[in-house]
């Protein structure tokens, strides 16, 4: 399974962005797909989930009410809204998959990695 993840970029603070990923993967095969970050000097942290077959979503108390993740349909293609970003937003974002039931926040219960995006919150 490959993923792709795009739509990273340099927002002034109280700015929104909107990440994309898509997996590749047999058709009707679905997965639980979800987002992490890395900021420079720190762990990789979970942000949210959306389980498989997209019936429940899941996120970080520091980005509940503010990040929104979608499904497009019943694919494995899921975007990250990301709104109010703040300066501490700033990081790498890595979506992730895997294939198993139930929500997913430790970044070890993924299989799948993409290759990151870069989200900048800077005035």
């Known amino acids: 399974v490959q993923l792709q993840a795009s739509g990273g970029g340099l927002v002034q603070p109280g700015g929104s962005l909107r990440l994309a990923c898509a997996a590749s993967a047999r058709p009707g095969t679905t997965y639980a797909m979800g987002w992490f970050r890395q900021a420079p000097g720190k762990e990789r942290e979970f942000v949210a989930t959306?389980?498989?077959?997209?019936?429940?979503?899941y996120y970080a108390d520091v980005v509940k009410g503010r990040f929104t993740i979608s499904r497009e349909g019943d694919t494995n293609t899921v975007f990250l809204q990301m709104n109010s970003l703040k300066p501490e937003d700033t990081a790498v974002y890595y979506c992730?998959?895997?294939?198993?039931?139930?929500?997913?926040?430790?970044?070890?219960?993924?299989?799948?990695w993409g290759q990151g995006t870069q989200v900048t919150v800077s005035s």
């Open positions: 992730a998959a895997d294939r198993r039931q139930g929500i997913r926040v430790l970044s070890s219960s993924y299989n799948y």
């Open positions: 959306s389980t498989k077959g997209g019936s429940n979503e």
